[in-house]
């Protein structure tokens, strides 16, 4: 409110002054809090725009449609067989490719201005970086869930109950969680959300052909073979299909478990010291 002057009224302009000393301030968030709403924040992005789903929800049901109905015959003799291998191998690599736009997202926030707002605000300072993984592990859910569902009406029947297959998802789950943290620093890295995308691919790719989610490692040439052995993720699918079948291998499932510590030890700290230096 202004005078005929133009000048803003005195007795407004105290009432307000004593209003906002008399308001006590409100307490500053705690670092979970924080990291949960950024999370919340990334759910609110999905409601608004919910084509950001289809790289979880269709991309998995036509890997999984195309390698067992072109695939099986040849590989297993039936399709039927050759679901009960893949399937726990697919669940794998479905949510392992969902891992790189962890990266193209904190790449596009970056790009965009939206990590300098967030620098701006009075919380802790991971808690962007945090937030939004959490909030891409209710992807990785959504992924793996779509997977097992689509076997499941195709006729794939775990041993190990509904139990087995949600314990070879958790296990996807927290590994996948650890691997998102080597994707962040290429979205730290890199220039463009598109760069990437394709740098994340590039090496996703490898590691998951190169494995066993598709065909017995003892059908493949001795080097080759060797090297499907020690990969991280055939050790994770041999893990997801022990647990499916309702017996546990007990050393595959800890060293994914090692493996997903190890990625998060690694790479968590450099991503938190490149975001703070960007």
Known sequence: MTTTSGTPDTADT??????????????????????LTFGWRGMLKVRHVPEQLLDVTVTPVMFLLMFTYLFGGAIAGSTSAYLDYTLPGLLVMSVLFTTVYSGVSLNTDLTKGVVDRFRSLPIWRPAP??????????????????IIVVGVALGFR????????????????????????????LGLLL??????MNAGFMAIFPLTFLSNVFVDPETLPGPLEAFVDVN???ILATASRSLMAGEPDGGAIVVSLAVAAALAAVFLPLTTRLYRSR
């Open 14 to 35: 105290a009432a307000v002054r004593r209003a906002i000393s008399s308001t006590p301030r409100p307490p500053r968030p705690g670092p979970l809090s924080a990291a």
């Open 129 to 146: 970086l945090l937030g939004s993984l959490l909030g891409d592990s209710v992807r990785y859910v959504i992924a793996g869930t779509v």
């Open 158 to 185: 775990p041993d190990g109950g509904a139990v087995g297959a949600v314990a070879a998802l958790a296990l996807v789950v927290v590994f996948s969680f650890g691997l998102s943290w080597v994707f962040s620093v």
């Open 191 to 196: 220039r463009t959300p598109n760069a990437v």
């Open 232 to 234: 991280p993720v055939s």
